[in-house]
């Protein structure tokens, strides 16, 4: 399936639960036939959530320079978990014909309740630029409705048990269980949000056994960049995304060393250009033109060195410093231009055309 076709199912899927929403307000009950709401929620609660994930968050890492993680790389474990539990009771939910004993129960509304907290969150935190306004807009949003509906339900599920049947249980947690159930509604859903609390202590607690920090859930929202919760975007400031880091930093020595050339337009600053630049910034042209899938992975590893620059900029910001990396610069420079004269057929024009502007670049090219 391409994606035009998919993300059209999701909006299709959006004006059915809003309907079905709005109808539920007024009626207490959905409008369209059981079989097929059925299909809109596995679709609208597992399916797009699957694809989202996996679109914004599986294999994705921290980076200023693209999109970056949703969850922090490392600390997403927990997350993940509490997402699948939610999304577990919410289809166990959908596909029962009658009420589980107390304690089941019970875990199942606290988890339901956990999975709105979620994504309430997730609105607030997902980033809201590009893909992310449609997602938070047509994926959480649903969502929202259907767990809504969902609680309604179990309550109504459980009120007609009660007529007919006595919730008991012979056990002390079972009939503690059983008295959180019967309170009415205004009661028992603060009480059971409030039970999600340990639940998620003894998560984290037990995710320590597998490396997990006890603050991992806490992190894996906090420890991004660029998302509502992200607490590294300052690791993002002033790096030049798509820069030759190193060759920057050096292109700030003292002149009578780094030889400055000229002045360079990126992503709309003045940068100062020597020649190491220029060359290095050559070189990774000719590579993404000739080699697009050998220079993701270069520039993915490279930025890596832009956080850890930006990390320690006060050192990197000196003279001296800078005037260090140009010498210890100097034989990837020399390697470079050896590649460009070997494998472009006007390497000095390449050279010139880089930091300056597109008409200039046309000059330069006629």
Known sequence: MTVLPFLFLIIISFGFVCYNFLYFLIHCEVKTRKKLFRIIEIWTVVIVPLFFLTFSDFGQKNDCCTDSALFAPGHSIGIYFLIIAYTASYVISIFRKDIF??????????????GLIINVLLCIHINKEEFGQFFWFFGNIPILMLLLIRLVKNQKL?????????????????KVCSSILK???IFK?????LLLVPIVIFLSLFLMLF?????SIIKAFTDTYKHGFSQLDYMCVNVECGGHYLCSVAANGHDNIVKPQR???RNGNYI???????????????????LPFLHRQIRQQYNKVGNFIHRYYGIFNNRFVSDIIYIFMKPAEWFFLLTLYTFDRKPENRIAKQYISNSDRQQIDS
Do not use: M
């Open 263 to 265: 002045l360079g337009v």
């Open 272 to 290: 100062i250009c020597n020649r190491q630049l220029l060359i290095s910034n050559a070189f990774e042209d000719l590579i993404q033109e000739n």
């Open 158 to 174: 459980l009120k007609q048990h009660i007529e007919l049947n006595e919730l008991s249980s012979s056990t002390i947690i079972g």
């Open 211 to 215: 490396g997990q920090k006890s603050d």
């Open 183 to 185: 309170l009415d509604p």
């Open 101 to 114: 004993p107390p304690i089941p129960e019970l875990f199942i509304n606290s988890f339901l309740i956990l």
């Open 189 to 193: 859903y603060p009480i059971l949000t």
